[in-house]
């Protein structure tokens, strides 16, 4: 068995930036309360490449391939488009209120 394989890092999830597009919202939405609860500045740690507890399950499903192959070890996404291999800039996909998460391996 690859000794990779088995290696599992926990993976830093932080909110850089939440954008709020009002103008797409009043134009296309129907009204929702509480439709982002991700506040600039928060962070989670996934372990296991597991989602943490409290973390936007929607967000989590862009995320969670990226989360994954960092906590194997792997990383240097899209051709080492990141200055740290082990990260990864990864928006959600909420056209109305993206979030920008920084993921970090950690450990």
């Known amino acids: 068995m690859d000794a990779q394989a088995t290696t599992t890092h926990a993976v830093r999830i932080t909110a850089l930036r939440k954008a709020d597009y009002k103008d797409l919202q009043q134009l296309l939405e129907k009204p929702i309360e509480d439709a982002c609860l991700v506040d600039e500045g928060q962070t989670w ?10 973390f936007c399950p929607t967000a989590w499903e862009t995320l969670q ?4 192959e960092l906590a194997a070890g792997r990383g240097g996404f899209y051709g080492d488009w990141m200055k740290n291999p082990g990260s990864a800039l990864i928006s959600c ?8 998460f920084l993921l970090e391996r950690i450990g």
């Not at 740690?45 to 409290?54: A, F, K, L, M, V």
């Not at 391939?65 to 994954?68: D, L």
């Not at 996909?93 to 920008?100: E, K």
């Open 45 to 54: 740690t996934s372990h296991r490449g597991e989602r943490p507890d409290g």
């Open 65 to 68: 391939w990226f989360v994954a």
């Open 93 to 100: 996909n909420d056209g109305f209120r993206p979030v920008s």
